[in-house]
């Protein structure tokens, strides 16, 4: 009865899986149910009514394949009487019609009842072995609930005579072998769950005698290898086959030989490296196959090539190399297609070119979709940077960008300016200062310029993501504003060392001459652009160091990204950046300690204004603290694996990372007191003059 129930189910999928058709539609749209109005992919199931009947926010369920039914094969309708029909069942179970149940009644023994009871259910007992022909006298038996027990010792006979029972289930045990014969007389055996015990291994003989199986379960064992002989020798009918959560770590060509009624396969949270070419060659009614949380580097080219009935794929979370172009070509009537956290560097539309009933596909990033225009629903949507529409994803930062850029340009342009026209007695010093702002400046531009590309790639991002993230020009930008920020790290490091010595050691007669300043500031520029464009000279090394996302800013670590990028990365902002920031607060500590000291001895007037300086240092380290704080715990907490928003990413990218280039002009030029002094006597010059 219940494979004929689960043939008819499976008929039903296929006659209702129809192909859509797609030629209303130019490529990448799709229609509004039965109207003539077409709408672009991103709007499908995006929670928004965008048809006018509706239709996009239909059938946006995944339902593929077979897991969503497996409640429905738990639940059998019963049409036995309420009444116990029982003569004999211990007082302390409940019994209704010819069912008896003893769940958690703390039973150390298997019960005496009636011989003709046809469902015995000992769930969450203490029974610890089960002996020979124990079950013998009950010939009507056809659902046996053995769960949640302690069973290790099962006898070879204990189910002998049970020649009708359907269903068994012998979960949560501590069962670690199967003997040879156990199953012999079981001959209607339908269901066997072994979930959660201790199983190493399978033999043929084994399951011997189950002719009529159709589901067999095996979750959340030990199960380190598969038989070398086909499971299905002996199990010509087996439908549905649960191998998750195991051990195993490959598959081969004869594991799965003459499985020809297999319809569900779940191979997923293994250790699978290595799966042999023609492993799947005889499931010709496969409907789901799941391989995902594996370590499977390659799939070969012809492995899924006789699969043609496959509704649901699912390979994610495996270390995938590449994906061969003509990899799905015989998935003709595949559903659903998920390959997240799987990267995909050789991905083109060809791969999914003859998916034409492909419905729901998923991918780690969501640029990918570009690639599957024929798909209705592709997720995810967004990686919190990017959005399909937007390259900025956030409308406020998409705002923010542009008044942040000019903030910063506009101040740094505008001390250059006043510093170049303002005399000044530390010539130096105002050489640093410009030098700063130039860096600073820079931040400005890479701002201007990824708003620039979000408006040029407005409403259509996603088409061009992969490509934008790949292009010359994401490089670049990304590499200004690395320079930028290193060289502004540096020069702020620099300039607080030199004030440090000034105010430190006040009798101390270095001071940095032009020739010197000169020197050091073309060697931070020198190191700045070497840091910047070093990922550039190889690219076996670091990838696309500067194209992980959509901002081009190689501020978060993946753990699919190169050794060589992650380390480098890693030394950037966690070792160079690190150790200019204790630097300037160890300076800026030093010195308000040294000044404080000072101006409580001496009575001399010429330390009242580096007073006034000191009490301008907690805002320069507090600022500092504000923008490389939050940088050093992302990139820490990135290397310990903990899952980052990409929405946390760009806040960082677009508003913190930019608040030094901002205020720098602020707290080193224009409230100064002493350059506010000489441009009030440079502006009542010029007043002067005039008059």
């Known amino acids: 009865m219940f494979p004929v129930v689960l043939s008819l189910l499976s008929s039903a999928l296929l006659i209702l899986s129809s192909p859509v058709d797609f030629e209303v539609c130019p490529l990448g749209q799709f229609p509004c149910g039965n109207l003539s109005v077409c709408l672009a992919q991103p709007k499908h199931c995006n929670g928004q009514q965008d048809c006018p009947n509706g239709a996009d926010e239909e059938n946006c369920v995944d339902n593929s394949g077979w897991p969503h039914l497996f409640d429905a094969f738990m639940k059998t309708r019963s049409q036995e009487p309420k009444e116990c029909m029982l003569d004999v069942y211990p007082d ?15 039973l150390q023994h298997v019960p005496a009842v009636s ?11 203490g029974l610890i072995s089960l002996h020979s022909d124990l079950f013998v006298r009950y010939r009507h038996l056809e659902r046996l609930h053995l769960e949640n027990n302690s069973i290790e010792m099962i006898s070879k006979r204990t189910f002998s005579g049970l020649f009708s029972l359907r269903k068994l289930f012998l979960s949560q045990n501590r069962i670690s072998s199967l003997k040879a014969g156990l199953f012999t007389d079981l001959s209607s055996l339908e269901w066997l769950i072994l979930d959660e015990n201790r199983i190493t291994s399978l033999r043929q003989k084994s399951f011997e ?83 995902s949380l594996n370590k499977i580097r390659d799939l070969p080219p012809s492995l899924f090539h006789n699969l043609h009935n496959v509704r649901q794929l699912n390979i994610s979370n495996n270390p995938l190399t590449h994906v061969y172009e003509d990899q799905f070509d015989s998935f003709i009537n595949l559903q659903s297609l998920s390959m997240e956290e799987v990267e995909i560097p050789n991905i083109s539309i060809r791969t999914f070119r003859f998916l034409t009933n492909l419905s729901h596909i998923y991918f780690k990033r969501f640029e990918y979709c570009t690639y599957s225009p024929n798909v209705r629903s592709c997720k995810p949507n967004t990686d919190g940077i990017s959005s399909f529409e937007n390259l900025l994803a956030n409308i406020i930062l998409r705002v923010f960008v542009w008044v942040v850029a000019f903030a910063i340009c506009f101040g740094n342009v505008f001390v250059i300016c006043l ?48 490509i934008w993230m790949e292009s010359l020009s994401c490089q670049l930008i990304g590499s200004l504003a690395l320079l930028s920020t290193e060289v502004s790290v540096m020069m702020l490091t620099y300039m607080t060392l030199e004030k440090y010595v000034c105010i430190v050691f006040p009798f101390h007669h270095y001071r940095a001459g032009r020739k010197r300043t000169l020197c050091s500031l073309t060697s931070i520029w020198a190191l700045g652009f070497v840091l910047a464009l070093a ?26 990204e190169r050794p060589g990028a992650r380390c480098y990365s890693t030394g950037i902002f966690l070792g160079l950046n690190l150790l200019a920031f204790i630097l300037i607060v160890f300076s800026y500590s030093s010195m308000f300690y040294s000044i404080q000291k000072t101006a409580k001895s001496a009575r001399q007037t010429t330390f009242d204004l580096e007073v006034s300086v000191a009490k301008r240092f907690f805002f320069i ?48 030029t224009i409230t100064t007191s002493t350059f506010q002094e000489r441009l009030r006597v440079c502006v009542h010059f010029r007043c002067m003059d005039n008059h």
């Open 419 to 466: 510093r170049s026209c303002v005399a000044s007695e530390n010539e130096h010093h105002t050489m640093a200062i410009k030098s700063l702002c130039c860096a600073d400046c820079l931040m400005g531009v890479y701002l201007f310029f990824i708003g620039a590309f979000d408006v040029k790639y407005c409403g259509e991002y996603n088409r061009h993501a992969h």
């Open 209 to 291: 005698g189950l002719k009529s199986l159709f589901f067999l379960s095996l979750l959340n064992n030990s199960l380190e290898h598969l038989p070398k002989t086909s499971l299905c020798f002996e199990m010509p009918r087996l439908n549905w086959l649960e191998l998750e959560g195991n051990r195993i770590s490959s598959l081969s060509s004869s594991t799965f030989k003459n499985c020809t009624s297999l319809t569900v396969l779940a191979l997923r949270r293994n250790y699978l490296s290595a799966i042999e070419d023609g492993t799947f060659s005889s499931m010709h009614q496969l409907i789901d196959l799941d391989l």
């Open 621 to 668: 380290v507090f600022t500092d603290a504000m923008c490389w704080i939050p940088i050093f715990l992302l990139k820490i907490l990135s290397l310990l694996q903990v899952h980052i928003t990409g929405t946390l990413i760009l806040w960082v990218v677009i508003f913190i990372l930019p608040i030094n280039s901002a205020l720098n002009p602020i707290l080193y």
């Open 535 to 560: 990922p550039f000279c190889d690219r076996r090394t670091f990838g696309n160091f500067y194209g992980r996302n959509g901002v081009c800013f190689p501020l978060h670590s993946e753990q699919v």
């Open 92 to 106: 302390v179970c409940y019994c209704e019609g010819w069912k008896v149940n003893c769940n958690n009644k703390n």
């Open 115 to 125: 011989s003709n009871i046809t469902a015995l259910e000992l769930n969450s007992n």
